[in-house]
């Protein structure tokens, strides 16, 4: 009988076999070879690509150079300079570490690596491992400027099926540039040139970090989002998030790098995703740029051998860190950044934040009868430029097909849309009467009796505590009927029945046992929605401007609750393309 026995895999296929975990496509090599340069301290680096990269990938750095002994040492399997014991794997700051790259990348290619540690170009030195044995190999006197120049020619060459699971050019390429940008964008203080079959493609020099991150994304980014920036005692985080009227079909512009590594991680980006929860519409991706620095020791950077995967020792907390920057910073968006963002860098509209910030809640009052009173003791006319600033949402004029409310401010028009708008309003202020007080009730003088199902009926039993905890008392009073008692104060006008329909229909959805705590968004969400202003409803100027007045004092009040916006600017610039004036 043949049996298979056991053997030991030879160096050169181990060697094989490894690079594999390594170099996945020449976009890995080039990901591997730039973070070398940028561990040596270079400021300059410059990628030579050829036939994208499977003919030739070439990196020159000006960094520290490598020691002509080390030359040979540098191909070995686990060789570095960066780390001497286990202590330092659990404290690494530098983008390499494992001593794996250039052995994985030498295995599957012909490679060159030409350095000098001088600033004598005569004192360089070149080295070229032979394909079976790295030790036989000797670095040759070679003329080279201060640092380092890697040159790998015909990827895969001795692997051919791995070969032939390469994509076009073209597509190598693109991916090569996304390396190139996301690494760029981490390290602006370097400048970078990407040069394809002759062609430079990209040309990123030495800037600020918000200058590099606008020359990749472009005015339209930069001219539609703020910075953020918070700090605490083991944690920092600075960047850039979109507005929430800036977003994407995909989510290509989506960044976030931890210790100046980009990674992808679902827990920071679950984080973002939940900040922007209610203020994007459904299927469009958020736009960020964003930074993490943080103890070394509390990530894990060694999980995969790709290096973007990372684990957190308490992903929780960071994750809350993430979540509250963002989602405070959202909420601090005036309509005026929104009318008139700056594209200046030192102008940029800014979120300094303090993880200690107090989350209490202030001044909340019942929305019933809010927008006649607020406007009570105030003009009913629109005052003159004299008289006071006009506010950035300007001054109602009057109503579009009882939907629409149109003002006029300093930069043109605003058309706002009544029932998105006060929905997100009657939204906000609902969360925060149930984070602070809890929802208060107001007491019908006569109950109101809803016709159910059955089902219905049976689910209000086992639902009571749940509907009192968001300020609706309501109680079985038959086979298939219900008494309501009490009604939220902020929702004393609105349809009550077709409010408990919809939330006994999402609490059958749920099906948990903490469901208000668990859910408490989108049920405040619905009755939000069903007690805000209708169309078709006439409102006097007073009221129109009352309510201009609120979405400006009003957390995310540029979108409702699901996402659509609530009003748009028409400059007085897009008026005069519209009449062809100045033509």
């Not at 070879?33 to 680096?45: F, G, H, R």
């Not at 918070?230 to 960044?255: C, E, V």
């Not at 030192?346 to 989350?359: K, N, Y």
Request: charge should be negative; proline fraction near 4%; aromatic fraction near 6%.
């Amino acid at each position: 009988m043949n049996k298979k026995r056991i053997r030991q895999l030879s160096e050169e296929l181990y060697n094989l076999i490894s690079a594999g975990e390594i170099v996945e496509r020449p976009a890995s090599v080039v990901k591997e070879l730039i973070e070398n340069s940028i561990d040596a301290s270079a400021s300059k680096i410059d990628i030579e690509i050829e036939s994208g990269g499977k003919k030739l990938i070439r990196i020159r750095d000006n960094g520290e150079g490598i020691h002509r002994d080390d030359l040979s040492l540098a191909f070995a399997s686990h060789s570095t300079s960066k780390i001497k014991d286990h202590e330092d794997l659990f404290s690494i700051m530098t983008l390499g570490f494992r001593g794996e790259a250039l052995a994985s990348i030498s295995a599957v290619s012909r490679f060159v690596l030409t350095s000098n540690i001088d600033s004598e170009p005569l004192n360089g030195y070149s080295i070229s491992p032979n394909e079976n044995d790295s030790a036989e190999c000797y670095p040759e006197p070679k003329s080279h400027h201060k640092g380092t120049t890697a040159e790998v020619r015909d990827l895969f060459f001795n692997t051919p099926a791995r070969k032939k699971f390469l994509r076009t050019d073209r597509t190598e390429y693109q991916k090569i540039e996304e390396i190139v940008r996301r690494i760029a964008l981490a390290t602006p203080s370097i400048s970078f040139s990407l040069c394809h079959n002759g062609k430079v493609v990209r040309d990123y020099p030495r800037s600020e970090a918000f200058e590099r991150t606008e020359s990749m994304f472009g005015k339209d980014f930069s001219s539609s989002c703020i910075e953020i920036e918070a700090t605490r005692s083991d944690m920092g985080m600075k960047g850039w998030i979109g507005l929430p009227t800036h977003t994407r079909s995909q989510p290509d512009q989506q960044f976030i790098f931890v210790n100046g590594r980009f990674v992808r991680d679902k827990v920071l980006s679950h984080a973002v995703r939940q900040a922007y929860a209610d203020v994007i519409y459904q299927g469009r991706n958020p736009v960020y740029v964003i930074f993490l620095e943080m103890d070394p020791r509390e990530v894990d950077v060694n999980v995969h051998p790709s290096k973007n995967e990372v684990r957190f020792r308490n992903s929780r907390d960071i994750h809350d860190f993430v979540y509250r920057t963002v989602s405070r910073a959202i909420e601090e968006i005036s309509p005026s950044e929104i009318i008139a963002p700056s594209v200046n860098a030192g102008a940029f509209p800014s979120r300094q934040l303090s993880d200690q910030l107090d989350l209490g809640v202030s001044g909340i009052g019942s929305l019933q009868g809010n927008i006649l009173n607020r406007f009570e003791k105030r003009h009913d006319h629109f005052p003159s430029h004299e008289e006071s600033d006009i506010p950035p949402l300007g001054y109602a004029i009057g109503q579009v097909h009882g939907i629409y409310v149109l003002s006029q401010n300093a930069e043109g028009l605003i058309l706002v849309d009544m029932h998105a708008a006060h929905e997100r309003i009657t939204y906000e202020r609902l969360k925060k009467a149930f984070a602070a007080e809890g929802i208060k009730t107001q007491p019908l003088l006569v109950p109101h009796t809803i016709s159910v199902s059955e089902s219905e009926a049976n689910l209000i039993e086992d639902v009571s505590a749940d509907l009192h905890k968001l300020g609706l008392e309501v109680a079985r009073s038959g086979p298939n009927s219900l008494f309501v008692r009490a009604i939220p104060s902020l929702l004393s006008t609105g349809n009550i029945e077709q409010l408990i329909r919809d939330l006994l229909s999402e609490f059958t959805e749920f099906e948990n046992t903490r469901l208000v705590e668990n859910h408490q968004d989108e049920l405040l969400s619905s009755m939000a929605c069903h007690s805000s202003i209708r169309a078709n409803r006439e409102l006097s100027i007073i009221e129109m401007n009352s309510l201009l007045r609120d979405i400006e004092e009003t957390e995310r009040s540029g979108q409702c609750n699901h996402g659509r916006p609530t009003w748009h600017q028409i400059t007085l610039s897009d008026l005069d393309k519209m009449f062809l004036r100045g033509r």
